[in-house]
Protein backbone atom coordinates (compact mmCIF):
# COMPACT_ATOMS: atom_id res chain seq x y z
CA UNK A 1 0.00 0.00 0.00
CA UNK A 2 1.36 3.24 -1.18
CA UNK A 3 2.19 6.30 1.49
CA UNK A 4 0.06 9.34 1.25
CA UNK A 5 0.43 12.14 3.19
CA UNK A 6 -1.10 13.25 6.49
CA UNK A 7 -4.36 15.26 6.45
CA UNK A 8 -5.34 14.45 2.57
CA UNK A 9 -2.38 17.20 1.72
CA UNK A 10 -0.72 16.85 -1.45
CA UNK A 11 2.89 15.57 -1.89
CA UNK A 12 6.18 18.23 -1.53
CA UNK A 13 7.97 18.43 -4.70
CA UNK A 14 9.95 16.09 -4.99
CA UNK A 15 13.62 16.39 -4.26
CA UNK A 16 15.91 16.32 -7.69
CA UNK A 17 18.64 15.08 -5.24
CA UNK A 18 17.05 12.48 -3.48
CA UNK A 19 18.17 9.82 -4.94
CA UNK A 20 21.90 11.60 -4.55
CA UNK A 21 21.13 12.23 -0.77
CA UNK A 22 19.67 8.56 -0.47
CA UNK A 23 23.60 6.92 -1.78
CA UNK A 24 24.69 9.14 1.39
CA UNK A 25 22.38 7.62 3.69
CA UNK A 26 23.45 4.48 2.65
CA UNK A 27 27.08 4.66 2.74
CA UNK A 28 26.18 5.97 6.26
CA UNK A 29 24.14 2.82 6.97
CA UNK A 30 26.63 0.22 5.68
CA UNK A 31 29.46 1.66 7.96
CA UNK A 32 27.11 0.81 11.18
CA UNK A 33 26.19 -2.29 10.13
CA UNK A 34 29.84 -3.66 8.09
CA UNK A 35 31.20 -2.65 12.26
CA UNK A 36 28.63 -5.17 13.66
CA UNK A 37 29.89 -8.20 11.57
CA UNK A 38 33.07 -7.26 11.06
CA UNK A 39 33.79 -7.06 14.97
CA UNK A 40 32.44 -10.31 15.43
CA UNK A 41 35.16 -12.04 13.62
CA UNK A 42 37.99 -9.91 15.20
CA UNK A 43 37.62 -11.00 18.43
CA UNK A 44 40.12 -13.48 18.20
CA UNK A 45 42.56 -11.23 17.10
CA UNK A 46 41.84 -8.47 19.76
CA UNK A 47 41.92 -11.50 22.40
CA UNK A 48 45.47 -12.00 21.16
CA UNK A 49 46.20 -8.01 20.63
CA UNK A 50 45.03 -6.84 24.18
CA UNK A 51 45.29 -9.72 25.79
CA UNK A 52 41.55 -9.33 27.04
CA UNK A 53 39.35 -11.50 29.36
CA UNK A 54 36.20 -13.42 28.32
CA UNK A 55 34.18 -10.51 30.01
CA UNK A 56 36.07 -8.07 27.75
CA UNK A 57 34.98 -9.76 24.68
CA UNK A 58 31.52 -9.85 25.63
CA UNK A 59 31.15 -6.14 26.61
CA UNK A 60 33.59 -5.25 23.02
CA UNK A 61 29.78 -6.55 21.34
CA UNK A 62 27.27 -6.40 24.03
CA UNK A 63 28.30 -2.45 24.45
CA UNK A 64 27.92 -1.49 21.14
CA UNK A 65 24.05 -3.53 20.90
CA UNK A 66 22.82 -2.04 24.04
CA UNK A 67 23.92 1.36 23.15
CA UNK A 68 22.31 1.27 19.46
CA UNK A 69 19.31 -0.08 21.02
CA UNK A 70 18.64 2.53 23.90
CA UNK A 71 18.81 5.33 21.99
CA UNK A 72 17.09 4.41 18.49
CA UNK A 73 13.68 5.48 19.56
CA UNK A 74 15.01 8.81 21.53
CA UNK A 75 17.61 9.34 18.34
CA UNK A 76 14.62 9.66 16.17
CA UNK A 77 12.22 12.17 17.96
CA UNK A 78 15.54 14.24 17.97
CA UNK A 79 15.74 13.78 14.59
CA UNK A 80 12.31 14.75 13.77
CA UNK A 81 12.10 17.75 15.97
CA UNK A 82 15.82 19.19 15.48
CA UNK A 83 16.23 18.57 12.05
CA UNK A 84 17.35 15.32 10.64
CA UNK A 85 20.53 16.36 8.64
CA UNK A 86 21.62 18.24 11.64
CA UNK A 87 21.70 14.87 13.55
CA UNK A 88 22.76 12.51 10.58
CA UNK A 89 25.83 14.78 10.36
CA UNK A 90 26.47 14.38 14.18
CA UNK A 91 25.74 11.08 14.55
CA UNK A 92 28.37 9.76 11.59
CA UNK A 93 31.11 12.71 12.88
CA UNK A 94 30.93 11.03 16.29
CA UNK A 95 31.19 7.42 14.77
CA UNK A 96 34.36 8.10 12.68
CA UNK A 97 35.87 9.44 15.83
CA UNK A 98 35.04 6.68 18.19
CA UNK A 99 36.03 4.57 15.33
CA UNK A 100 39.84 6.04 15.60
CA UNK A 101 39.59 5.86 19.18
CA UNK A 102 38.90 2.17 18.79
CA UNK A 103 41.82 1.98 16.72
CA UNK A 104 43.76 3.03 18.30
CA UNK A 105 43.18 1.63 22.04
CA UNK A 106 46.10 0.80 24.22
CA UNK A 107 43.93 -1.81 26.50
CA UNK A 108 40.26 -3.59 26.24
CA UNK A 109 38.50 -1.39 28.91
CA UNK A 110 39.72 0.89 26.44
CA UNK A 111 38.38 -0.48 23.47
CA UNK A 112 34.87 -1.59 25.45
CA UNK A 113 34.34 2.47 25.78
CA UNK A 114 34.63 3.69 22.00
CA UNK A 115 32.60 0.75 21.08
CA UNK A 116 29.44 1.93 23.38
CA UNK A 117 30.40 5.70 21.93
CA UNK A 118 29.92 4.21 18.37
CA UNK A 119 26.67 2.19 19.15
CA UNK A 120 25.84 5.49 20.64
CA UNK A 121 26.55 7.15 16.93
CA UNK A 122 25.19 3.96 15.25
CA UNK A 123 21.81 4.63 16.94
CA UNK A 124 21.25 8.20 15.88
CA UNK A 125 22.45 7.54 12.29
CA UNK A 126 19.87 4.84 11.68
CA UNK A 127 16.75 6.46 11.92
CA UNK A 128 17.75 9.12 10.59
CA UNK A 129 18.17 7.13 7.14
CA UNK A 130 14.69 5.82 7.50
CA UNK A 131 13.43 9.24 8.50
CA UNK A 132 14.87 10.82 5.44
CA UNK A 133 13.42 8.15 3.51
CA UNK A 134 9.94 8.89 4.45
CA UNK A 135 10.78 12.55 3.87
CA UNK A 136 11.96 12.29 0.44
CA UNK A 137 10.53 9.66 -1.59
CA UNK A 138 6.60 9.14 -2.01
CA UNK A 139 4.57 6.49 -3.32
CA UNK A 140 6.34 3.44 -5.32
CA UNK A 141 9.34 5.45 -5.18
CA UNK A 142 9.71 5.29 -0.92
CA UNK A 143 9.65 1.00 -1.57
CA UNK A 144 12.22 1.16 -4.04
CA UNK A 145 14.23 3.41 -1.60
CA UNK A 146 14.04 1.07 1.23
CA UNK A 147 15.00 -1.69 -1.30
CA UNK A 148 17.70 -0.06 -1.94
CA UNK A 149 18.22 0.42 2.14
CA UNK A 150 17.40 -3.64 2.15
CA UNK A 151 19.94 -4.36 -0.27
CA UNK A 152 22.67 -2.09 1.48
CA UNK A 153 21.95 -4.12 5.11
CA UNK A 154 22.74 -7.59 2.71
CA UNK A 155 25.38 -6.29 1.78
CA UNK A 156 27.12 -5.00 4.80
CA UNK A 157 26.56 -8.39 6.16
CA UNK A 158 28.06 -10.57 3.36
CA UNK A 159 30.72 -7.62 3.18
CA UNK A 160 32.12 -7.57 6.80
CA UNK A 161 32.83 -11.45 7.62
CA UNK A 162 34.78 -11.93 4.34
CA UNK A 163 36.52 -8.41 4.47
CA UNK A 164 37.40 -8.59 8.64
CA UNK A 165 38.77 -12.25 8.02
CA UNK A 166 40.85 -10.46 5.29
CA UNK A 167 42.20 -7.77 6.97
CA UNK A 168 43.04 -9.66 9.81
CA UNK A 169 44.97 -12.21 7.61
CA UNK A 170 46.83 -9.17 5.99
CA UNK A 171 47.56 -7.23 9.76
CA UNK A 172 48.33 -10.48 11.69
CA UNK A 173 46.75 -11.71 14.62
CA UNK A 174 47.66 -8.90 17.13
CA UNK A 175 47.34 -6.17 14.79
CA UNK A 176 44.87 -6.62 11.96
CA UNK A 177 41.80 -5.94 14.48
CA UNK A 178 42.79 -2.49 14.63
CA UNK A 179 41.94 -2.21 10.64
CA UNK A 180 38.64 -3.40 11.21
CA UNK A 181 37.99 0.06 12.84
CA UNK A 182 40.22 2.31 10.74
CA UNK A 183 38.66 1.15 7.90
CA UNK A 184 35.22 3.22 8.78
CA UNK A 185 37.62 6.33 8.61
CA UNK A 186 37.71 7.12 5.10
CA UNK A 187 34.04 6.13 5.10
CA UNK A 188 32.78 7.98 7.58
CA UNK A 189 34.93 11.36 5.89
CA UNK A 190 33.12 10.85 2.38
CA UNK A 191 29.50 10.47 3.83
CA UNK A 192 30.07 13.79 6.28
CA UNK A 193 31.39 15.53 2.90
CA UNK A 194 28.78 14.30 0.55
CA UNK A 195 25.98 14.91 3.25
CA UNK A 196 26.98 18.46 4.07
CA UNK A 197 26.19 18.52 0.04
CA UNK A 198 23.07 16.53 -0.85
CA UNK A 199 21.05 16.02 1.88
CA UNK A 200 18.06 18.56 2.34
CA UNK A 201 18.66 21.79 4.62
CA UNK A 202 16.30 21.75 7.62
CA UNK A 203 13.81 23.62 7.62
CA UNK A 204 14.50 27.01 9.57
CA UNK A 205 12.11 29.96 10.88
CA UNK A 206 8.81 28.61 9.62
CA UNK A 207 8.02 27.49 13.06
CA UNK A 208 9.34 27.40 16.78
CA UNK A 209 11.60 24.25 17.34
CA UNK A 210 9.36 22.15 19.06
CA UNK A 211 9.95 20.67 23.03
CA UNK A 212 11.73 18.00 23.63
CA UNK A 213 9.86 15.22 26.26
CA UNK A 214 12.85 14.50 28.51
CA UNK A 215 10.97 12.46 30.74
CA UNK A 216 9.58 10.08 27.77
CA UNK A 217 13.20 9.58 26.67
CA UNK A 218 14.63 8.92 30.17
CA UNK A 219 11.42 6.45 30.78
CA UNK A 220 12.13 4.84 26.92
CA UNK A 221 15.79 4.83 27.17
CA UNK A 222 15.45 3.09 30.94
CA UNK A 223 13.11 0.68 29.93
CA UNK A 224 15.01 -0.47 26.75
CA UNK A 225 18.48 -0.53 28.55
CA UNK A 226 16.58 -3.06 31.48
CA UNK A 227 15.28 -5.44 28.92
CA UNK A 228 18.28 -5.92 26.75
CA UNK A 229 20.62 -6.17 29.50
CA UNK A 230 19.47 -9.84 30.21
CA UNK A 231 19.20 -10.66 26.88
CA UNK A 232 22.56 -9.64 25.88
CA UNK A 233 24.63 -9.97 28.77
CA UNK A 234 24.94 -13.90 28.66
CA UNK A 235 27.27 -14.58 31.42
CA UNK A 236 24.78 -12.87 34.31
CA UNK A 237 22.60 -15.90 35.44
CA UNK A 238 20.37 -15.51 38.52
CA UNK A 239 17.29 -14.51 39.20
CA UNK A 240 18.08 -11.02 39.29
CA UNK A 241 18.24 -11.47 35.40
CA UNK A 242 14.92 -11.42 35.11
CA UNK A 243 14.63 -9.42 37.58
CA UNK A 244 15.92 -6.50 35.33
CA UNK A 245 13.64 -7.74 32.67
CA UNK A 246 10.44 -7.40 34.74
CA UNK A 247 11.73 -3.65 36.07
CA UNK A 248 12.06 -2.79 31.76
CA UNK A 249 8.53 -3.90 31.13
CA UNK A 250 7.62 -1.97 34.27
CA UNK A 251 9.27 0.94 32.90
CA UNK A 252 8.24 1.17 29.57
CA UNK A 253 4.29 0.81 30.65
CA UNK A 254 5.33 4.19 32.93
CA UNK A 255 6.62 5.50 29.61
CA UNK A 256 3.16 4.34 27.48
CA UNK A 257 1.30 5.95 30.85
CA UNK A 258 3.18 9.02 30.47
CA UNK A 259 3.09 9.28 26.47
CA UNK A 260 -0.75 9.17 26.48
CA UNK A 261 -0.58 11.63 29.20
CA UNK A 262 2.17 14.26 27.50
CA UNK A 263 0.41 13.88 24.06
CA UNK A 264 -2.83 15.89 25.10
CA UNK A 265 -0.61 19.27 25.45
CA UNK A 266 2.78 18.72 23.60
CA UNK A 267 4.57 16.14 20.70
CA UNK A 268 5.48 12.88 22.63
CA UNK A 269 8.48 11.13 22.05
CA UNK A 270 6.51 8.68 20.35
CA UNK A 271 2.55 9.46 19.81
CA UNK A 272 0.88 5.86 20.90
CA UNK A 273 -1.67 6.63 18.78
CA UNK A 274 0.38 5.10 16.04
CA UNK A 275 -0.42 1.68 17.45
CA UNK A 276 -4.07 1.99 16.44
CA UNK A 277 -2.98 1.84 13.08
CA UNK A 278 -2.93 -2.39 12.02
CA UNK A 279 -0.05 -1.22 9.43
CA UNK A 280 2.09 0.00 12.11
CA UNK A 281 1.10 -2.04 15.28
CA UNK A 282 1.39 -5.90 13.33
CA UNK A 283 4.20 -4.24 11.35
CA UNK A 284 6.52 -3.56 14.28
CA UNK A 285 5.62 -6.99 16.09
CA UNK A 286 6.21 -9.43 12.87
CA UNK A 287 9.56 -7.42 12.68
CA UNK A 288 10.47 -8.04 16.53
CA UNK A 289 9.63 -11.73 15.66
CA UNK A 290 11.31 -12.20 12.34
CA UNK A 291 14.40 -10.41 13.60
CA UNK A 292 14.81 -12.60 16.53
CA UNK A 293 14.37 -15.72 14.39
CA UNK A 294 16.97 -15.20 11.11
CA UNK A 295 19.25 -13.22 13.38
CA UNK A 296 20.03 -16.69 15.18
CA UNK A 297 21.05 -18.24 11.87
CA UNK A 298 24.26 -16.71 11.05
CA UNK A 299 24.97 -16.82 14.93
CA UNK A 300 24.30 -20.60 15.79
CA UNK A 301 26.38 -21.41 12.05
CA UNK A 302 29.02 -19.60 12.82
CA UNK A 303 29.53 -21.24 16.30
CA UNK A 304 28.73 -24.88 14.76
CA UNK A 305 31.59 -24.33 12.40
CA UNK A 306 34.21 -22.16 13.90
CA UNK A 307 34.23 -24.02 17.81
CA UNK A 308 32.04 -26.89 16.31
CA UNK A 309 34.82 -27.95 13.63
CA UNK A 310 37.52 -25.00 13.64
CA UNK A 311 36.92 -23.45 10.92
CA UNK A 312 38.61 -19.86 10.20
CA UNK A 313 36.98 -16.31 10.45
CA UNK A 314 37.07 -16.09 6.90
CA UNK A 315 35.70 -19.37 5.72
CA UNK A 316 32.90 -19.04 8.01
CA UNK A 317 32.29 -15.25 6.36
CA UNK A 318 32.65 -16.72 3.00
CA UNK A 319 30.28 -19.52 3.92
CA UNK A 320 27.40 -16.76 5.41
CA UNK A 321 28.13 -15.02 1.60
CA UNK A 322 25.30 -17.11 -0.19
CA UNK A 323 22.89 -15.63 2.64
CA UNK A 324 23.28 -11.93 2.31
CA UNK A 325 23.92 -11.87 -1.30
CA UNK A 326 20.40 -13.51 -1.93
CA UNK A 327 18.94 -11.00 0.86
CA UNK A 328 20.49 -7.82 -0.62
CA UNK A 329 19.26 -8.93 -4.40
CA UNK A 330 16.11 -9.94 -3.26
CA UNK A 331 15.69 -6.63 -1.26
CA UNK A 332 16.64 -4.70 -4.08
CA UNK A 333 13.96 -6.09 -6.34
CA UNK A 334 10.84 -6.40 -3.91
CA UNK A 335 11.30 -2.73 -3.48
CA UNK A 336 9.90 -2.33 -6.98
CA UNK A 337 6.70 -4.01 -6.12
CA UNK A 338 5.70 -4.06 -2.71
CA UNK A 339 3.60 -0.93 -3.09
CA UNK A 340 0.98 -3.16 -5.80
CA UNK A 341 1.50 -6.56 -3.61
CA UNK A 342 1.64 -5.28 -0.04
CA UNK A 343 1.38 -7.88 2.86
CA UNK A 344 1.28 -11.02 0.82
CA UNK A 345 5.02 -10.55 -0.48
CA UNK A 346 6.12 -10.76 3.23
CA UNK A 347 4.30 -13.71 3.82
CA UNK A 348 5.53 -15.28 0.64
CA UNK A 349 9.52 -14.34 1.81
CA UNK A 350 8.39 -15.53 5.49
CA UNK A 351 7.30 -19.29 3.83
CA UNK A 352 10.80 -18.98 2.10
CA UNK A 353 13.28 -18.32 4.52
CA UNK A 354 11.66 -21.33 6.81
CA UNK A 355 11.60 -23.72 3.86
CA UNK A 356 15.98 -22.44 3.46
CA UNK A 357 16.05 -22.23 7.74
CA UNK A 358 14.71 -25.81 7.31
CA UNK A 359 16.81 -27.42 4.32
CA UNK A 360 20.22 -26.06 5.72
CA UNK A 361 19.47 -27.42 9.28
CA UNK A 362 18.60 -31.25 7.14
CA UNK A 363 22.09 -30.33 5.06
CA UNK A 364 24.09 -30.06 8.36
CA UNK A 365 22.52 -33.21 9.90
CA UNK A 366 23.16 -35.00 6.67
CA UNK A 367 26.32 -33.94 5.11
CA UNK A 368 30.00 -34.66 5.88
CA UNK A 369 31.34 -31.50 8.24
CA UNK A 370 34.51 -30.66 5.84
CA UNK A 371 31.31 -30.21 2.69
CA UNK A 372 28.93 -28.27 4.76
CA UNK A 373 30.08 -25.31 3.79
CA UNK A 374 29.30 -26.03 0.08
CA UNK A 375 26.67 -28.45 0.56
CA UNK A 376 24.84 -25.63 2.63
CA UNK A 377 24.76 -22.81 -0.44
CA UNK A 378 21.80 -23.32 -1.69
CA UNK A 379 19.25 -23.63 1.69
CA UNK A 380 21.70 -20.46 2.67
CA UNK A 381 20.63 -18.62 -0.69
CA UNK A 382 16.78 -19.36 -0.72
CA UNK A 383 16.79 -18.21 3.22
CA UNK A 384 18.48 -15.03 1.84
CA UNK A 385 16.20 -15.06 -0.81
CA UNK A 386 13.55 -15.26 1.51
CA UNK A 387 14.74 -12.69 3.81
CA UNK A 388 15.06 -9.97 1.17
CA UNK A 389 11.38 -10.26 0.60
CA UNK A 390 10.79 -9.85 4.32
CA UNK A 391 12.91 -6.25 5.82
CA UNK A 392 12.12 -3.55 3.26
CA UNK A 393 8.88 -4.23 2.47
CA UNK A 394 7.85 -4.46 6.11
CA UNK A 395 9.54 -1.63 6.81
CA UNK A 396 7.69 0.06 3.79
CA UNK A 397 4.47 -1.22 4.44
CA UNK A 398 4.77 -0.23 8.50
CA UNK A 399 5.79 3.05 7.90
CA UNK A 400 3.00 3.84 4.98
CA UNK A 401 0.83 5.22 7.21
CA UNK A 402 2.95 7.32 9.69
CA UNK A 403 2.94 10.73 8.92
CA UNK A 404 6.39 12.22 7.33
CA UNK A 405 6.83 14.56 10.48
CA UNK A 406 6.94 11.73 12.68
CA UNK A 407 8.83 9.15 10.65
CA UNK A 408 11.91 9.29 13.03
CA UNK A 409 10.61 8.74 15.76
CA UNK A 410 8.14 5.86 14.00
CA UNK A 411 11.14 4.12 12.57
CA UNK A 412 13.26 3.72 15.62
CA UNK A 413 10.78 2.28 17.53
CA UNK A 414 10.37 -0.15 14.74
CA UNK A 415 14.01 -0.88 15.07
CA UNK A 416 13.99 -0.54 18.69
CA UNK A 417 11.68 -3.94 18.43
CA UNK A 418 13.99 -5.98 16.11
CA UNK A 419 17.40 -5.05 18.20
CA UNK A 420 15.57 -6.57 21.22
CA UNK A 421 14.35 -9.65 18.81
CA UNK A 422 17.70 -9.87 17.35
CA UNK A 423 19.24 -10.08 21.27
CA UNK A 424 16.44 -12.20 22.63
CA UNK A 425 16.51 -14.76 19.69
CA UNK A 426 20.09 -15.00 20.15
CA UNK A 427 19.99 -15.72 23.40
CA UNK A 428 17.36 -18.05 23.17
CA UNK A 429 18.34 -20.48 20.10
CA UNK A 430 22.24 -19.92 22.22
CA UNK A 431 20.39 -21.28 25.08
CA UNK A 432 19.11 -24.05 23.21
CA UNK A 433 22.46 -24.88 21.15
CA UNK A 434 24.40 -25.15 24.56
CA UNK A 435 22.26 -27.06 26.24
CA UNK A 436 21.67 -29.60 23.89
CA UNK A 437 25.62 -29.94 23.26
CA UNK A 438 26.36 -30.13 27.00
CA UNK A 439 23.57 -33.24 27.17
CA UNK A 440 24.95 -34.86 23.83
CA UNK A 441 28.12 -33.29 23.08
CA UNK A 442 26.46 -33.76 19.16
CA UNK A 443 27.31 -29.85 17.57
CA UNK A 444 24.53 -31.34 14.30
CA UNK A 445 22.15 -32.06 16.91
CA UNK A 446 22.58 -29.11 19.11
CA UNK A 447 22.32 -26.93 15.28
CA UNK A 448 19.22 -28.54 14.59
CA UNK A 449 17.58 -27.50 18.02
CA UNK A 450 18.53 -23.84 17.26
CA UNK A 451 17.18 -24.24 14.38
CA UNK A 452 13.76 -25.28 15.48
CA UNK A 453 13.85 -22.25 17.55
CA UNK A 454 14.49 -20.24 14.85
CA UNK A 455 11.67 -22.02 13.04
CA UNK A 456 9.01 -21.40 15.64
CA UNK A 457 10.22 -17.63 15.55
CA UNK A 458 9.70 -17.28 11.72
CA UNK A 459 5.97 -19.01 11.94
CA UNK A 460 5.08 -16.65 14.57
CA UNK A 461 5.98 -13.69 12.03
CA UNK A 462 4.29 -15.60 9.30
CA UNK A 463 1.06 -15.61 11.65
CA UNK A 464 1.29 -11.79 12.21
CA UNK A 465 1.38 -10.87 8.54
CA UNK A 466 -1.51 -13.53 7.49
CA UNK A 467 -3.57 -11.53 10.83
CA UNK A 468 -2.92 -8.01 8.28
CA UNK A 469 -3.61 -9.95 5.33
CA UNK A 470 -6.58 -11.27 7.06
CA UNK A 471 -7.85 -7.95 8.21
CA UNK A 472 -7.15 -6.00 5.02
CA UNK A 473 -9.21 -8.26 2.82
CA UNK A 474 -12.26 -7.85 5.29
CA UNK A 475 -12.18 -4.19 5.60
CA UNK A 476 -12.48 -4.20 1.74
CA UNK A 477 -15.29 -6.72 1.59
CA UNK A 478 -16.96 -4.75 3.85
Known amino acids: ?16 RRWRALAVCLVAGFMALLDVTIVNVALPSIEVGLDARDEDLQWIVSGYALAFGMVL ?6 GDARGRRRVFLVGVAVFTLASVASGLAPVAGVLVATRAVQGLAGGVITPQVSGLIQQLFHGAERGRA ?3 FGATVGVSTAVGPTLGGLLIHLGGPVDGW ?4 FVNVPIGVAAIVLAARLLPPDARGQRPPQRLDVVGMLLLGTGVL ?3 VPVIEHQWHGPSRWLSTAGGIAVLAGFWAWERRYARTDEPTVDVALFRRRSYALGCLLAMFYFAGFTAVPFVLSLFLQQGHGYSALATGLTLTPFALGSAVAAATSGRVVTRVGRPLVAAGLVTVGVGVAATAVVIELVPVRLAPWAVAPAL ?9 VISPNVTLTLSEVPV ?13 QRVGSAAGIALAGTVLF ?17 IVTLILVAAALITALTDIGATRRARFR
Not at 73 to 78: E, F, P, T
Not at 435 to 451: C, E, I, P, V
Open 146 to 148: FGW
Open 178 to 181: RWVF
Open 1 to 16: MASSPPHGSPPAPADP
Open 405 to 417: RRGGSAAGVLQTG
Open 435 to 451: ARLGATGDWGSAFGHAM
Open 226 to 228: LVL
Open 381 to 389: LLAGLGSGL
Open 73 to 78: GLAGRI
